[in-house]
């Protein structure tokens, strides 16, 4: 079975940074687009970040510069490091892959920026 499991949220104080894992079963990473998006509280889910099959990489404007999406084959594991966190940021984080048409997504994690 194809799933996704999303972990390493937390609470952070502004400035901080965490590193969100998203670990893949039931299929290879890398042979699919893997993104991260996130839902705020009465906002709707935004994406921020995209890893192609290829490696390329792309952000959301609200997170460029501060995040980073990155991919280790070996682990079938997707990350996103997250820099300078502003209060702004939170929110649940999934991670998601179209897997053969079918969009699976992760459970989510909750990231909190707060002082």
């Known amino acids: 079975d194809v799933q996704l499991q999303a972990s390493g949220g937390g609470v952070v104080q502004p400035g901080g940074s965490l590193r969100l894992s998203c670990a893949a079963s039931g299929f290879t990473a890398s042979s699919y687009v893997v993104t991260w998006a996130r839902q705020a509280p009465g906002k709707e889910r935004e994406l921020v970040a995209t890893?192609?099959?290829?490696?390329?990489?792309d952000y959301s404007d609200s997170v460029k510069g501060r995040f980073t999406i990155s991919r280790d084959d070996a682990k079938n594991t997707v990350y996103l490091q997250m820099n300078n966190l502003k209060p702004e940021d939170t929110a649940v984080y999934y991670c998601?892959?179209?897997?053969?048409?079918?969009?699976?997504w992760g459970q989510g994690t909750l990231v909190t920026v707060s002082s």
């Open positions: 998601n892959s179209q897997v053969r048409f079918v969009p699976y």
């Open positions: 890893i192609s099959k290829r490696g390329s990489t």
